[in-house]
């Protein structure tokens, strides 16, 4: 019987997940008894990719004691996880015996582990199909909509089986070269590794065999945003000027996303007010970068949507601000704004145990009494969607459009016989057991006293309800409620509604727009209030949910002046926000022909300002994308190193492999091709190249496509891949170079006591790792904030970030410094000193570069 099968006489929906348990044994008993099999057995598969929760308990710890150079083998595995009390969760000592005895050959590891992984795509695949199947079913949105989420989860698990590994130059120029093609056509003797600067190799007679390198500087210079601007979190809100590493953003893509590094405060920038077309505006300094599409890459992408029945869509560039203000409209006739920058998805945040239901609360804030659980509406739709919920609606008075709302009754007192004549009664009181006064008194001759009854919540004693008087006067009433979150006499939407999951904040849009919201004649959606911190809430719940808004403020009679102030908030969507039927069917019949361009924001204006403290974050996300201002706009977040690469692998043909844990391997080649041929970068970014641009670009095309620099841009990359990647290299390709871009965005994957630890045995490894493959290791780290509190701005050893440990373990310590950062008008505008502050084999020293930023590249100016 194949994998997967069903047993004989067992239904389709009886069948077993995709899992070869053969496989899974002769790998982990490869591992056990070949430290060869354990370097092959990492680049292929995961601890996930195990089918047996024991097997991946056993993958773990043969992965953790090889990482930190201890034996593996039966014995020491057996002894770890003895020491960690999961021995009996795999079987005890005999199974690991068991796993040994299971491999023909260790040689053979390799070939299991595709196998294994090969049946974890197929369980993933499984579980897509699930999921797709529950999307087909439910059928909620859109036809197209429900294709794209389709099309969406199965790329995701082609991504996971070949998007992690390294390439070679030549099979990544050609999609850079169409990168760059589609931008365009829319508007001595050494005995060591040479770096390229004639200076630095004499100093240190060029990098050598087993030694690590670390080259620091100041994180991300020249990307940031001002102080006072607010930063979504999954829990409410920050500022760009409070955030730290550590704490948690939301991403472009609506899911939470680490804050892996960030900038000191910096100053006397040139900055400019970027404003949008919904009215948001955000400060941001001139080399702050921004993912947008152009027109020619919009209109690109329409003709091809002609061509073909798929709907690709624009592929959005990275861009500064300085670049978007340069070419804020098109070169043509008309001037149209030509950036727009994609609205960020709905934020993907769990559920939360909210206190009220948040249909009832959205209705409530658009038409109930700000006094108390009352509702007006002429719909009786509403009352029977609050009643579905499970609440208890009642007519208060006359009025049939005053409705108020409670929850619903406990059980009240059932009849029972009297204890002392038998004749069955109702009890006023719980704790009563006699039917009237002339039983009671022989009462306490025939049984014990009924206990008296207690609060359900707190467990207090209460008469005649289910619930004690504190309790229903701080939760036991939907009033009661409404006054604990706050909203009673003030209304506007709580923090934590704000942050529930998308169901739960769909169904407060739904309750809110059910009551008080109107479809345009257009097809637009509007929602129109008189309070100001009603209608701020309401717009945070659109960008929340995916939707850009606009808001417009007209004068409407009211009893004060503060009400006679109306706060319309319009949008457009094709999805379904209404509950309410006849809306609902309004909302459908007159539709939005715009909704094509509802999907992003067009940048109307980027005027230069007074500069502001401006800073910068880094996210741990592969799109480098978090989102900023009340609007939720996406926004984006080392090449010294690439030039040392550079020279080693296009200059002299030696082997090298750059690990970038922070940019694109399309990035990193279009910075290569600028350097070499001397073509600005940001004339490639902007679609600006000129003939003699492109014939430069041939020119050395083939020559860098050649060149033996191997790629590597996985994501969330740990140590371990690291140092796999790097043995096969050495055995395949004879590797003479290892740059990793940078130390501080390593994972370990597994806890530490702190960061610094964390970093610190990166800083090991990646020593360990120069001496066992005799090959230069380049690390890049960031310097703390040291330098910025010092008159010379000039950086020391001691500002190594995060670490001490890196200090230690360094052969050879280079801090990057540029003078005109931090001085304007410095006579030394366009050089960078390289000072060498620790050299173990030699001197130390200062060396000078021409840094030419238009190219991306550090230039040496010793003469030739």
Not at 52 to 76: I, N
Not at 803 to 823: F, K, P, T, W
């Given at each position: 019987?194949?994998?997967?099968?069903?047993?004989?006489?067992?239904?389709?929906?009886?069948?077993?997940?995709?899992?070869?348990?053969?496989?899974?044994?002769?790998?982990?008993?490869?591992?056990?008894?070949?430290?060869?099999?354990?370097?092959?057995?990492?680049?292929?598969?995961?601890?996930?990719?195990?089918?047996?929760?024991?097997?991946?308990?056993?993958?773990?710890?043969?992965?953790?004691?090889?990482?930190?150079?201890?034996?593996?083998?039966?014995?020491?595995?057996?002894?770890?996880?003895?020491?960690?009390?999961?021995?009996?969760?795999?079987?005890?000592?005999?199974?690991?015996?068991?796993?040994?005895?299971?491999?023909?050959?260790?040689?053979?590891?390799?070939?299991?582990?595709?196998?294994?992984?090969?049946?974890?795509?197929?369980?993933?695949?499984?579980?897509?199909?699930?999921?797709?199947?529950?999307?087909?079913?439910?059928?909620?949105?859109?036809?197209?909509?429900?294709?794209?989420?389709?099309?969406?989860?199965?790329?995701?698990?082609?991504?996971?089986?070949?998007?992690?590994?390294?390439?070679?130059?030549?099979?990544?120029?050609?999609?850079?070269?169409?990168?760059?093609?589609?931008?365009?056509?829319?508007?001595?003797?050494?005995?060591?590794?040479?770096?390229?600067?004639?200076?630095?190799?004499?100093?240190?007679?060029?990098?050598?065999?087993?030694?690590?390198?670390?080259?620091?500087?100041?994180?991300?210079?020249?990307?940031?945003?001002?102080?006072?601007?607010?930063?979504?979190?999954?829990?409410?809100?920050?500022?760009?000027?409070?955030?730290?590493?550590?704490?948690?953003?939301?991403?472009?893509?609506?899911?939470?996303?680490?804050?892996?590094?960030?900038?000191?405060?910096?100053?006397?920038?040139?900055?400019?007010?970027?404003?949008?077309?919904?009215?948001?505006?955000?400060?941001?300094?001139?080399?702050?970068?921004?993912?947008?599409?152009?027109?020619?890459?919009?209109?690109?992408?329409?003709?091809?949507?002609?061509?073909?029945?798929?709907?690709?869509?624009?592929?959005?560039?990275?861009?500064?601000?300085?670049?978007?203000?340069?070419?804020?409209?098109?070169?043509?006739?008309?001037?149209?704004?030509?950036?727009?920058?994609?609205?960020?998805?709905?934020?993907?945040?769990?559920?939360?145990?909210?206190?009220?239901?948040?249909?009832?609360?959205?209705?409530?804030?658009?038409?109930?009494?700000?006094?108390?659980?009352?509702?007006?509406?002429?719909?009786?739709?509403?009352?029977?969607?609050?009643?579905?919920?499970?609440?208890?609606?009642?007519?208060?008075?006359?009025?049939?459009?005053?409705?108020?709302?409670?929850?619903?009754?406990?059980?009240?007192?059932?009849?029972?016989?009297?204890?002392?004549?038998?004749?069955?009664?109702?009890?006023?009181?719980?704790?009563?057991?006699?039917?009237?006064?002339?039983?009671?008194?022989?009462?306490?001759?025939?049984?014990?006293?009924?206990?008296?009854?207690?609060?359900?919540?707190?467990?207090?004693?209460?008469?005649?309800?289910?619930?004690?008087?504190?309790?229903?006067?701080?939760?036991?009433?939907?009033?009661?409620?409404?006054?604990?979150?706050?909203?009673?006499?003030?209304?506007?939407?709580?923090?934590?509604?704000?942050?529930?999951?998308?169901?739960?904040?769909?169904?407060l849009l739904a309750g809110l727009l059910d009551t008080d919201g109107t479809v345009t004649r257009t097809g637009a959606v509007q929602f129109a209030v008189t309070s100001k911190a009603l209608a701020e809430g309401f717009r945070e719940l659109v960008h929340s949910l995916g939707y850009r808004c606009g808001t417009s403020l007209k004068r409407v009679n009211g009893r004060s002046e503060a009400s006679s102030t109306c706060y319309v908030v319009t949008f457009s969507t094709p999805d379904e926000v209404f509950r309410l039927e006849r809306k609902k069917s309004a909302h459908k019949e007159r539709g939005d022909r715009n909704y094509p361009r509802v999907g992003a924001r067009f940048i109307t204006d980027v005027r230069p300002v007074r500069s502001v403290p401006v800073r910068c974050v880094q996210v741990d996300h592969p799109d480098h994308l978090y989102l900023a201002g009340r609007s939720m706009i996406p926004t984006h977040n080392s090449t010294l190193a690439?030039?040392?690469?550079?020279?080693?692998?296009?200059?002299?043909?030696?082997?090298?492999?750059?690990?970038?844990?922070?940019?694109?391997?399309?990035?990193?080649?279009?910075?290569?091709?600028?350097?070499?041929?001397?073509?600005?970068?940001?004339?490639?970014?902007?679609?600006?190249?000129?003939?003699?641009?492109?014939?430069?670009?041939?020119?050395?095309?083939?020559?860098?496509?050649?060149?033996?620099?191997?790629?590597?841009?996985?994501?969330?990359?740990?140590?371990?891949?690291?140092?796999?990647?790097?043995?096969?290299?050495?055995?395949?390709?004879?590797?003479?170079?290892?740059?990793?871009?940078?130390?501080?965005?390593?994972?370990?994957?597994?806890?530490?006591?702190?960061?610094?630890?964390?970093?610190?045995?990166?800083?090991?490894?990646?020593?360990?790792?120069?001496?066992?493959?005799?090959?230069?290791?380049?690390?890049?780290?960031?310097?703390?904030?040291?330098?910025?509190?010092?008159?010379?701005?000039?950086?020391?050893?001691?500002?190594?970030?995060?670490?001490?440990?890196?200090?230690?373990?360094?052969?050879?310590?280079?801090?990057?410094?540029?003078?005109?950062?931090?001085?304007?008008?410095?006579?030394?505008?366009?050089?960078?000193?390289?000072?060498?502050?620790?050299?173990?084999?030699?001197?130390?020293?200062?060396?000078?570069?021409?840094?030419?930023?238009?190219?991306?590249?550090?230039?040496?100016?010793?003469?030739?």
């Open positions: 019987m194949s994998v997967g099968e069903p047993p004989p006489g067992e239904g389709g929906f009886e069948r077993a997940l995709p899992s070869d348990i053969m496989a899974e044994q002769c790998v982990l008993g490869g591992m056990l008894l070949s430290k060869e099999a354990i370097t092959q057995v990492v680049e292929i598969v995961r601890s996930a990719d195990f089918h047996r929760p024991a097997h991946q308990t056993v993958y773990d710890t043969v992965v953790d004691l090889f990482s930190r150079g201890e034996p593996v083998d039966a014995v020491s595995v057996n002894a770890e996880l003895t020491k960690r009390g999961e021995i009996t969760r795999i079987g005890g000592a005999p199974y690991l015996h068991t796993l040994t005895e299971a491999v023909p050959t260790a040689a053979n590891a390799g070939y299991y582990a595709r196998i294994v992984a090969d049946r974890a795509v197929l369980r993933r695949l499984v579980e897509v199909g699930t999921r797709i199947a529950q999307i087909g079913y439910a059928g909620d949105g859109e036809v197209d909509d429900l294709v794209d989420r389709a099309q969406a989860e199965v790329y995701r698990v082609a991504e996971k089986r070949t998007g992690e590994d390294y390439l070679p130059l030549s099979e990544i120029m050609p999609g850079a070269l169409d990168e760059i093609e589609a931008i365009s056509a829319h508007d001595g003797s050494m005995t060591g590794v040479p770096t390229g600067f004639t200076d630095f190799d004499a100093l240190s007679n060029g990098l050598h065999p087993g030694q690590m390198v670390i080259i620091a500087a100041r994180p991300a210079v020249g990307k940031a945003l001002a102080l006072d601007t607010p930063l979504p979190t999954p829990g409410g809100w920050t500022t760009m000027g409070e955030v730290r590493t550590g704490d948690t953003l939301l991403s472009a893509d609506g899911t939470p996303t680490r804050v892996v590094a960030s900038t000191a405060v910096m100053a006397d920038r040139d900055c400019f007010e970027v404003t949008f077309d919904d009215g948001s505006t955000i400060v941001a300094d001139g080399e702050h970068q921004w993912r947008t599409d152009t027109r020619a890459s919009r209109r690109a992408a329409q003709e091809v949507r002609a061509r073909r029945s798929d709907r690709p869509r624009a592929v959005a560039e990275v861009r500064t601000t300085r670049q978007i203000a340069e070419t804020l409209r098109c070169a043509t006739a008309d001037r149209r704004l030509n950036h727009s920058v994609r609205n960020a998805a709905p934020l993907d945040l769990p559920e939360q145990d909210l206190p009220l239901s948040p249909y009832l609360l959205g209705a409530w804030l658009g038409d109930g009494h700000s006094a108390g659980a009352r509702i007006t509406t002429a719909d009786p739709e509403i009352v029977m969607y609050l009643e579905a919920e499970g609440f208890v609606v009642r007519p208060v008075g006359n009025a049939t459009i005053s409705y108020g709302v409670c929850f619903p009754a406990g059980s009240g007192p059932v009849e029972r016989p009297c204890v002392v004549c038998g004749r069955s009664f109702v009890p006023k009181l719980p704790h009563v057991r006699t039917c009237g006064q002339s039983c009671g008194g022989k009462a306490r001759f025939v049984s014990a006293p009924v206990a008296h009854a207690t609060c359900v919540d707190c467990g207090k004693r209460c008469f005649g309800q289910s619930r004690c008087r504190e309790c229903i006067t701080d939760h036991g009433t939907v009033t009661a409620v409404l006054r604990k979150i706050g909203v009673l006499g003030d209304k506007h939407i709580p923090e934590e509604y704000l942050r529930g999951s998308l169901r739960q904040r769909r169904a690439l030039d040392f690469a550079r020279a080693a692998s296009i200059k002299h043909q030696l082997t090298s492999v750059f690990f970038s844990l922070e940019m694109g391997r399309n990035e990193i080649v279009m910075r290569l091709l600028s350097a070499e041929a001397r073509v600005p970068l940001h004339t490639m970014r902007s679609g600006l190249m000129t003939d003699d641009d492109w014939t430069r670009l041939a020119r050395r095309m083939g020559e860098v496509a050649s060149a033996p620099l191997f790629i590597d841009d996985s994501p969330n990359m740990s140590m371990m891949e690291i140092r796999a990647k790097c043995r096969r290299l050495k055995q395949q390709h004879d590797l003479k170079l290892v740059v990793v871009d940078y130390l501080q965005l390593m994972s370990s994957g597994s806890r530490v006591e702190s960061r610094q630890q964390e970093v610190s045995e990166f800083s090991r490894s990646l020593k360990l790792l120069a001496k066992e493959l005799e090959v230069p290791v380049i690390a890049l780290s960031q310097l703390n904030r040291g330098p910025e509190q010092r008159t010379d701005k000039k950086p020391q050893v001691s500002d190594l970030r995060e670490s001490g440990s890196i200090e230690q373990d360094a052969d050879m310590v280079i801090l990057l410094y540029r003078e005109d950062v931090h001085e304007k008008e410095s006579p030394r505008a366009g050089e960078a000193d390289l000072i060498v502050a620790k050299h173990r084999n030699g001197p130390t020293a200062t060396v000078t570069v021409a840094f030419q930023g238009h190219y991306s590249r550090f230039v040496d100016m010793a003469p030739g």
